[in-house]
Structures are given as structure tokens and as C-alpha cells.
T-cell receptor, first 111, second 109 residues
Framework: DAGITQSPRHKVTETGTPVTLRCHQT?????MYWYRQDPGHGLRLIHY???????DKGEVSDGYSVSRSKTEDFLLTLESATSSQTSVYFC??????????FGPGTRLTVT | RKEVEQDPGPFNVPEGATVAFNCTYS??????FFWYRQDCRKEPKLLMS?????NEDGRFTAQLNRASQYISLLIRDSKLSDSATYLC??????????WGLGTSLAVNP
């Protein structure tokens, strides 16, 4: 157990509304990641962080922003949710050998 | 060519069978390799790292062939609980992992 929690676990929202997902870790890991997973596409990296206030884009960053003001929290924001952002969102931390450990995921539905 | 390629399956095998999955990767400079397991509607979980000399963990054996740029996972004496999607993952050394789309395994009674 890598001590990663995500909130909320499920959310239904309307198109055009802002949404923030939270990832919280308790083990002081430097690297944190946000992925989305969709059928046929596998895991796709949205953004990642390599320290407090240090973030970088992944392969599908359009429409998403992130913030990391504390080591333990990494927030993912959809400024104006669209139906194409309906997905399962996973947060992960990086282990000592380069492997990653995941939180339980957030199921987001944009109607 | 995709960076990490896996046969999506599904592989349907009876309990007790031996099953093998292969995965190919495109970047010859890749540094480390992993197999993950993902159950339906759950997060991916690390199954095992893959070392150059090959490694075994109980019924699971992972092997790496750098010359041919592929890794493999062998599952012996399959159990019903092994039914899942198996993800091949490559670390190219740039803080990010490259994920295969996964191979689906169904172990049948």
C-alpha cells in the first residue's frame, strides 16, 4: 500500500462546469502523475509533477491544469468539463526503482 | 510503430495451464521494464520488475531480451484469480513510463 488516496471516487458533472480532482499521498514521494484511462487507449499521461510547484505536461494535457502547493497533494482541474473528458482518472507516485504506484481512481462522467 | 506493443488477446486458458505473454518495445535505450496487473474497474498494480537476467516470483517468470527488444511474462499453473489484464511497461529514463495497452487473460474452470 503506497498510501495514495483520490477524491472524489465518483463524480457526475455537467458540460462547462469546473471540476477538481485531488490526489493525496502520505509517504513524501517527489514525483506524482495524473493519467486517464479509456477503452482502446490505455493509460495516457495528462500531467506530472517532480516537486512542489514543479509540473510538466504529458501527452493529453489540453483542457487540464494541475497544481502542487504541498508535497502530499496533487490537484487536477478541468476548467470547463467536456463530454470527451468522461473517463477514469488515476493518480500515481514514483517508486525508488522507477515503477509507479496508483491510487484507486476517480470515475468522472460529464453529461 | 507503437512504442510498446502487446497482443490484446483475449487469452482463454483452463485452470492449471501455462500461458505466456510477449511485449515489444521500440526504444533500444530503455532502462527498466515492468509487468502490471489490472483487474476490471481497478487501478493497475505492479506485478514484477523485469531484470536483465530474468526473474521469478512464485508462478510468474519475467524475461528480457534486449537484443530483440522484447520482454515476456510466463504464468504457470494458472488460477482463476489470475484472470486480469496484464500491462507491459517500459521506463525510457525520462521520469515517465510508456504503457502497453494490455493483454487480457481469462482463466476458465
Amino acid at each position: 500500500d503506497a498510501g495514495i488516496t483520490q477524491s472524489p471516487r465518483h463524480k457526475v458533472t455537467e458540460t462547462g462546469t469546473p471540476v477538481t480532482l485531488r490526489c493525496h499521498q502520505t509517504e513524501n514521494h517527489r514525483y506524482m502523475y495524473w493519467y486517464r484511462q479509456d477503452p482502446g487507449h490505455g493509460l495516457r499521461l495528462i500531467h506530472y509533477s517532480y516537486g512542489v510547484k514543479d509540473t510538466d505536461k504529458g501527452e493529453v494535457s489540453d483542457g487540464y491544469s494541475v497544481s502542487r502547493s504541498k508535497t502530499e497533494d496533487f490537484l487536477l482541474t478541468l476548467e470547463s468539463a467536456t463530454s470527451s473528458q468522461t473517463s477514469v482518472y488515476f493518480c500515481a507516485i514514483r517508486g525508488a526503482g522507477g515503477e509507479q504506484y496508483f491510487g484507486p481512481g476517480t470515475r468522472l462522467t460529464v453529461t | 510503430r507503437k512504442e510498446v506493443e502487446q497482443d490484446p488477446g483475449p487469452f482463454n486458458v483452463p485452470e492449471g495451464a501455462t500461458v505466456a505473454f510477449n511485449c515489444t518495445y521500440s526504444n533500444s535505450a530503455s532502462q527498466s521494464f515492468f509487468w502490471y496487473r489490472q483487474d476490471c474497474r481497478k487501478e493497475p498494480k505492479l506485478l514484477m520488475s523485469v531484470y536483465s537476467s530474468g526473474n521469478e516470483d512464485g508462478r510468474f517468470t519475467a524475461q528480457l531480451n534486449r537484443a530483440s527488444q522484447y520482454i515476456s511474462l510466463l504464468i504457470r499453473d494458472s488460477k482463476l484469480s489470475d484472470s486480469a489484464t496484464y500491462l507491459c511497461v517500459v521506463n525510457e529514463g525520462n521520469r515517465k513510463l510508456i504503457w502497453g495497452l494490455g493483454t487480457s487473460l481469462a482463466v476458465n474452470p
